[in-house]
Nanobody, 124 residues
Framework: QVQLVESGGGLVQAGGSLRLSCAASGRTFSGYAMGWFRQAPGKDREFVAAIRWSGGNTYYADSVKGRFTVSRDNAKNTVYLQMDSLKSEAPAVYYC?????????????????WGQGTQVTVSS
């Protein structure tokens, strides 16, 4: 059974940085992709970034391109989301998720396993 545990959320001022971590367990993740999504209260879940475990290809939403960086540590089975130049926006819960790398990895409906989420709040 795949388990995902996010950490690293919190309160940060606009312009600051946070690094989220997602520790994955339960299988070997080659052939899979790991995605980050976020959801603010009253809004739909949106894609943020993703990385293919094999090869390390990365993908970003236009809204975070140039500010966020997704990476992985194979030895630790952990995916990171480095968030820089954070903007003052509504608080959101960030989720990591796993899907098969052959699927459209920017579509949250394609993901089978989800973490519990970590709250990120950016103050002005």
């Amino acid at each position: 059974q795949v388990q995902l545990v996010e950490s690293g959320g919190g309160l940060v001022q606009a312009g600051g940085s946070l690094r989220l971590s997602c520790a994955a367990s339960g299988r070997t993740f080659s052939g899979y992709a790991m995605g980050w999504f976020r959801q603010a209260p009253g809004k739909d879940r949106e894609f943020v970034a993703a990385i293919r475990w094999s090869g390390g290809n990365t993908y970003y939403a236009d809204s975070v391109k140039g500010r966020f960086t997704v990476s992985r540590d194979n030895a630790k089975n952990t995916v990171y989301l480095q968030m820089d130049s954070l903007k003052s926006e509504a608080p959101a819960v960030y989720y990591c998720a796993v899907t098969y790398a052959s699927r459209p990895i920017t579509d949250g409906r394609m993901y089978d396993w989800w973490g519990q989420g970590t709250q990120v709040t950016v103050s002005s």
